[in-house]
């Protein structure tokens, strides 16, 4: 029987790696307590320590700030543009009648 794939939220991946940081139980008991593989856990466990909780923000958030940069950069490009075709602007303008 194939499984359907399950997604968890940040707050539920975050609470679980805590459990597995507080050590009271083992990885085991949490797994067969949750149904969750041991090795998500485990993962989650090693992310937490990682990068700690941001690292389960929401795509959203996460799209959310790469857009952002992607803007600013491209901002950036845009003034560059500007200034290059103010520049070939003066250049032409010495050469025409």
Do not use: C
């Not at 083992?26 to 090795?39: G, K, M, R, V, Y």
């Not at 790469?66 to 520049?87: F, N, P, T």
């Amino acid at each position: 029987m194939v499984r359907k794939r399950r997604r968890h939220t940040a707050a539920y991946k975050f609470r679980i790696a805590l459990e597995a940081l507080e050590g009271s139980k083992t990885i085991s008991q949490l797994s067969s307590e949750h149904e969750i593989h041991p090795n998500m856990i485990r993962a989650w466990k090693r992310q937490l320590l990682e990068d700690g909780p941001s690292v389960f923000a929401s795509n959203g958030e996460r799209r959310q700030r790469e857009q952002d940069s992607q803007e600013a950069e491209l901002y950036e490009q845009i003034g560059r543009l500007k200034m290059e075709l103010e520049w070939l602007k003066k250049k032409v303008a010495r050469f025409g009648p």
